[in-house]
């Protein structure tokens, strides 16, 4: 038995089978987006309100999955509260800093492995072991689910244009620049029915209507 080629073999088999397991690490693991503590407050009184938090670097890999802080975003969660009998418009073109769609946001953390894909296809090229193929096909894959599963789950934690409803709550992030975020914002709710617009704030998070 030649000793020296099996060798040989079993280096191979074990390189490519290294290069099989590293090609599955694409992947998206978040944890769903609770809503944020509210100030308790009386019943009977007719009020809107609403808690933030900015999320640190811990808390964008624990609910995004992915450093956006990195990329120049800043999420801020907001938890908004209609305590009252009025249907009240929210708008993200209310605010006083600029936020950016999540579709963008999550576009710019895409998990991507063209360079490894290229690394793997070039060695099989040169070295003619078309096992080393199997992994750029494995991780394009996998990034494709990955990058599917963030579109979707950015999406559904991201607070879009909406109507809220009477003694109801919202819940989800806003994506701003990092250079642009400031601790103290404000946006605005608005009942059309009345024509009236309610503003909220960082300063002032809870009024009476």
């Known amino acids: 038995m030649n000793f020296k080629k099996l060798s040989s073999q079993v280096g191979l088999f074990g390189l490519c089978l290294s290069l099989l397991l590293l090609s599955g690490c694409a992947h998206y693991r978040a944890r769903p987006l609770q809503k944020l503590p509210a100030t308790i407050r009386q019943s009977s009184e007719q009020t809107v309100s609403f808690e933030y938090h900015a999320l640190d670097r811990s808390d964008c890999k624990d609910y995004l999955d992915r450093n956006v802080q990195a990329k120049g975003y800043q999420p801020i969660q907001l938890t908004i509260e209609n305590n009252s009998l ?7 073109s209310s605010f006083d800093i600029p936020c950016i769609s999540a579709n963008e946001v999550a576009s710019t953390v ?11 296809t070039v060695a099989g090229l040169v070295t003619f072991i078309w096992l080393l193929f199997i992994p750029a096909i494995v991780d394009g ?6 990058n599917e599963q963030l579109d979707i789950d950015f999406a559904r934690k991201a607070m879009h244009n909406q109507t809220i409803a009477p003694n109801s709550t919202i819940n989800g992030l806003i994506f701003v620049p990092y250079e642009n975020f400031n ?20 300063v002032k998070r809870s009024i009476k209507i």
Not at 86 to 92: D, G, I, Q
Not at 141 to 146: H, L, P, R, V
Not at 183 to 202: C, G, I, P, Q, V
């Open 141 to 146: 894959i996998g990034s494709d689910k990955a």
């Open 110 to 120: 895409h998990t991507s492995t063209v360079g490894r894909a290229v690394g793997y």
């Open 86 to 92: 009025r249907f009240l418009y929210f708008s993200l």
């Open 183 to 202: 601790d103290n914002f404000s946006f605005s709710l608005a009942d059309h029915e009345k024509n009236e617009h309610f503003k909220l704030s960082t």
